[in-house]
């Protein structure tokens, strides 16, 4: 892997400060090169700005597309940045350079998931289509290399095929945000991917934690390593989580009633 690579030659110090440098360029580079055509200075005062997001926080539109978007990204993040590696090593049994090679292809399948995100964004603004839609489906898709995990396997290429498609599909969470953008009116696009973002990151550190909490329950095998049961348990867990979100995002309207913030987010599915 990549990482493991600069680690061997550089140290994990100098890997560390090689990409605090990095994100410093790219924030510099940001700044300094994109246009700021149309920006205004705010006329609000801090109270107001916190005030506006009770807006936000009272939409039904929100907290119809958040609860399986935060789920949805909490499985991507829990499975995907922490319990990847070891399953690789527990489940699928796999030697540590060989885990090494897997996580790697995750990482650029995860990479080219943002790249076409890129694109399909563009693609549907164009063709009047909601990002909201396309990022639903697929969450709902991610669902099911997600469920194919909890049989294991012993195929390599199988398992990396599985993991690399988690990986493509795991970002599809990250079209609600140019969908929400949409939605919302434009003072209040930072702050309602802000409010969103703030509870993805909350609940996928519960969500990596709790996957954890379930997979300790078993004891731990002769090798040192997760008993498979575990593995099998804490992605339960998670489908769960996100099937039951999915069926919210599906039903709210039903429960909620007709009024015109759902007319608006129907139009999306």
């Not at 990396?160 to 969908?179: K, N, R």
């Not at 049961?229 to 995002?249: D, R, S």
Request: overall charge neutral.
């Amino acid at each position: 892997a990549p990482v493991e690579f600069l680690a061997s030659e550089i140290g994990w110090r100098g890997v560390f400060v090689a990409l605090a440098t990095l994100s410093v360029f790219i924030a510099a580079l940001i700044y300094l090169v994109i246009p700021r055509r149309g920006e205004i200075s705010p006329t609000e005062s801090i109270t107001q700005q916190i005030k506006e997001y009770g807006k936000i926080f009272k939409s039904a539109y929100f907290w119809r597309i958040t609860p399986f978007t935060v789920m949805s990204q909490a499985a991507f993040f829990s499975l995907q940045a922490l319990w990847s590696g070891p399953w690789l090593r527990d489940v699928a049994g796999l030697e540590r350079d060989v885990v090494a090679m897997i996580l790697a292809a995750i990482a650029f399948a995860v990479f080219l998931g943002f790249l076409l995100g890129g694109f399909v964004t563009d693609w549907v603004r164009r063709h009047h289509i909601s990002p909201i839609t396309v990022g639903v489906y697929a969450m709902l898709l991610c669902v099911v290399p997600q469920a194919l995990l909890l049989l294991g396997g012993d195929n390599l290429y199988l398992i990396g095929a599985i993991w690399m498609l988690f990986g493509l599909l795991g970002t599809g969470g990250y079209l609600i945000y140019p969908g929400f953008s949409q939605h919302f009116p434009v003072h209040l696009t930072g702050r309602v991917n802000t409010a969103l973002n703030s509870l993805v990151f909350v609940v996928a550190f519960a969500g990596q934690w709790a996957v954890g909490a379930v997979i300790e329950i078993w004891p731990e095998q002769a090798d040192g390593g997760y008993a498979v049961e575990g593995y099998q348990a804490g992605i339960l867990m998670l489908l769960v989580a996100q099937v039951m979100a999915a069926g919210w995002y599906f039903l709210q309207p039903y429960f909620i009633g007709k009024n015109a913030d759902l007319k608006k987010s129907r139009k999306s599915v």
